[in-house]
């Protein structure tokens, strides 16, 4: 295993404080609008420790997406936050997640809403 660099460490403590940001958004109720400030000074190559932080702290997967909805806007990819539901026959379910990411939790999810950058 590498030892964390300076680009790692960066990444992780905008992490820990943009998840912090997160959540106290999301807890007025309000969805639309909502941004995270994004990493200031933070390379590309930090993403190792925002991944830490996101693998070993708890959080929703709304707050992981607007989490990295930000950092990769803050590197040139400017992608959505797309919400879906599952239908109750299938096994009702929600999801947040971003656009063109990988997801196995997508999976029969049905697109309800987009958070723009």
């Given at each position: 295993m590498r030892r964390p660099?300076?680009?790692d460490m960066l990444g992780a403590r905008w992490?820990?404080?943009?998840?912090?940001?997160?959540r106290a958004k999301l807890a007025t109720g309000e969805l639309k609008g909502i941004t995270i400030a994004?990493?200031?000074d933070v390379p590309a190559s930090g993403v190792r420790g925002v991944r830490a932080v996101l693998r070993l702290r708890r959080h929703s997967c709304l707050e992981g997406a607007l989490i990295r909805q930000s950092w990769a806007a803050s590197?040139?990819?400017?992608?959505?936050?797309?919400?879906?539901?599952r239908r109750?026959?299938?096994g009702f379910g929600a999801h947040a997640w971003l656009e063109g990411e990988r997801d196995?939790?997508?999976?029969?999810?049905?697109?309800i809403t987009r958070l723009p950058i």
């Open positions: 660099t300076r680009a992490a820990n404080r943009a998840l912090r940001e997160a994004p990493p200031r590197h040139g990819d400017r992608r959505d936050v797309v919400i879906g539901v109750p026959s299938e196995g939790e997508i999976s029969g999810m049905r697109e």
